[in-house]
């Protein structure tokens, strides 16, 4: 073994010697440089204790899962596994079964998406599909285009794998296309390269809006000039709750695109499929890259998925999923205006998010011990940027708690964010972002 070719310490010989690394971690010294720019996120490391029932998290972007018929869904299990398990329980192909390729090919209709089985790969979640396409892209130091704010997991995968990321601004209409064309512009000036734009079009992870009809071809026009890819993440898009899916930018440049999905937000998390669709050159790289990571995605979710397809009201329960999340919403902007009337945010017509900004002053990361403390969890903006900014901005999630709960939930994050308010007002900005969680009265959870 590696180790037992450098210099042991000597009264401990199965113990790498110390001065390598910490009493922590013995093997610091030895990662690659890569796994030093990983970070844990800045919700997971909330989830343990934001998950503890006394308080009410508007931090995950967890699904309604109760809203699901769980019993027939239990039965349909045990039917793939006594029937067919000893195709569900073996390993499968490395591309994704056939059958659901179609399948899916089928729900991306719905958004204008016309693609062969061929063309997909399914992958464990769209989060797999994030990767693979940061693994064959993306060399040290290469640059990807985002969003500002971007997903918190896309940020993951493209820190890890070294990337440079450059924010580009939002409106209500989403990315703004002048913006990008003059980001691109720069960055060619400057001798960088752009290897594709990341993008989330419909109901934003965290900023709610959705990218206009009118702007779709802009966008996908100026990344074509440029010669810039595009990578289309789209959990949210059959979400809406007033308006039926615009065209995906996938249906707008086949070439152009590299498009992902997901079963997560519309069906199920907990069986982690996603899919990709690429180009044809790329995709054949994209399965490569899936097959040295998993082998092959799982055969039980995957045929779970078909079943669920197949024999279940699907788009009834996206239907059904789309009202439980309306009225998550509607209160979670009620309770805002009634007892947050002091901050802004804008009104998502889909997806899981509010993007809140905070009154002149307060500091959404400095703040969030003592929210935790005061029993309510959110994410903080500075999750959503690379560089860390956004400490002005904080995201609130309606999916998972109950109109109830969302209200209870807001109802004491005004309470935290009233008390910063004063601190701020008799001390100043400074005052406020250097308090610590022990400043707040904390009955229940010291
Ligand atoms: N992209 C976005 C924008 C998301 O919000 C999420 C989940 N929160 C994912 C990708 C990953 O989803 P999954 O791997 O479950 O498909």
């Known amino acids: 073994m590696a180790w037992q070719t450098v210099r042991m310490n000597e009264s401990t010989p199965n113990v790498p010697p110390v001065t390598e690394g910490t009493r922590l971690d013995p093997w610091l010294n030895s990662y690659a440089a890569r796994a030093h720019r990983m970070r844990a996120s800045e919700i997971r490391a909330l989830f343990a204790v934001a998950s503890r029932p006394e308080v009410v998290s508007l931090a995950g972007g967890m699904p309604y899962i109760g809203g699901l018929p769980l019993g027939d869904i239990g039965e349909m299990m045990r039917r793939i596994v006594v029937e067919r398990g ?27 998406i016309v693609a062969h089985p061929d063309d997909v790969v399914v992958t464990t979640g769209s989060q797999q599909g994030l990767d693979i396409v940061t693994n064959i892209f993306i060399d040290p130091g290469d640059v990807i285009v985002a969003e500002a704010p971007s997903y918190v997991g896309a940020l993951g995968v493209f820190r890890a794998r070294e990337a440079d ?50 702007r779709r071809p802009q966008i996908v026009e100026i990344c074509h000039r440029h ?25 707008l440049s086949p070439e152009g695109v590299i498009y992902l999905g997901s079963f997560s937000k519309t069906f199920a998390p907990g069986y982690r499929v996603g ?43 996206i239907k059904a999923f789309r009202e439980q999340y309306r009225e998550r919403r509607d209160a979670m ?40 403390t005061a029993r309510v969890a959110y994410v903080a903006g500075t999750a959503f940027f690379m560089d860390g900014s956004g400490a002005g901005h904080m995201r609130l999630s309606y999916c998972y708690p109950t109109p109830d709960r969302i209200r209870e939930g807001v109802k004491r994050l005004a309470t935290v964010v009233d008390a910063e308010l004063e601190t701020v007002r008799i001390f100043g900005a400074a005052a406020s972002a250097s308090q610590t969680a022990v400043d707040f009265p904390a009955p229940d959870l010291a």
């Open 86 to 112: 000893e195709v569900a329980l073996q390993y499968g192909s490395g591309q994704g079964d056939e059958y659901l390729r179609e399948q899916i090919t089928q729900v991306m209709a719905l958004e204008s």
């Open 333 to 372: 902007i009620g309770a805002l205006q009634e007892y947050i009337p002091s901050a802004t945010w804008n009104v998502p017509d889909g997806g899981f998010y509010v993007w809140v900004k905070l009154p002149e002053g307060l500091d959404s990361k400095s703040m969030l011990p003592r929210a935790v």
């Open 275 to 317: 899919w990709a669709v690429a180009p044809h050159a790329v995709r054949e790289k994209l399965i490569l890259a899936s097959e040295a990571a998993i082998l092959s995605p799982s055969n039980m979710s995957q045929m779970a998925i078909s079943a669920y397809l197949d024999h279940f009201d699907w788009q009834g329960q």
């Open 165 to 214: 990321v450059v924010h580009v601004p939002m409106d209500a209409d989403g990315l703004i296309p002048s913006a990008l064309e003059e980001t691109l512009v720069s960055l060619k000036a400057a001798g960088r390269r752009v290897k594709f734009l990341y993008t989330v079009p419909n109901y934003h992870n965290p900023a709610g809006v959705t990218l206009s009809a009118e």
């Open 227 to 251: 010669g810039v890819l595009i990578l289309e993440d789209n959990p949210y898009g059959l979400l809406g709750f007033d308006r039926e899916p615009l065209p995906a930018l996938r249906s």
